[in-house]
């Protein structure tokens, strides 16, 4: 299995007056962050299959990010900021669903997924790895003679393609 991890692009920063968890689910990317997004997207829609779920979480930044990829996405509360890792991949049915599935979402979440994924649960007690707004890891699951191993296929940022 495939899993795809794309942090969301820019986005405006939170208003110090009002700092409500509705008002951060209602921050949109900048016109950076818009360019970010378009310029993975673009990537990403070259070496996606077309076969890949897209899970996205409910903030607007993480839709807009997933918006320029055109193509059909759910949103899972399981990816909204501040939830867990562990919940991320229970949303992606990880390691068991046959499609890839792209997750578009959040640091800190992304960043212990990542190191969950390739360390271990050592990892966890660790700080997050870090996950460039607007940035991709894509990982596979590959099951091996006597166990299953984790490798990292490719890092990508929207400054770097």
Known sequence: MDLILWRH??????????????ADLARPLTPRGEKQAQRMAEWLNQHLPDSTRIL?????????TAD?????YRTVDALAPGESHARALDAARWPDRREPVLLIGHQPTLGQLAAWLMAGASALQAP??????????WLRHRA???GAEVM???????DKL
């Open 9 to 22: 692009a820019e986005a405006r920063d939170l208003a110090e007056e009002h700092p409500s968890p509705e």
């Open 144 to 146: 091996r003679e006597g």
């Open 128 to 137: 997050p790895w870090a996950i460039r707004k607007g940035a991709v890891w």
């Open 152 to 158: 990292l296929v490719t890092v990508r940022t929207p």
């Open 56 to 64: 996205v979480s409910p903030a607007l930044r993480c839709r807009q």
């Open 68 to 72: 320029a990829l055109g193509r059909k």
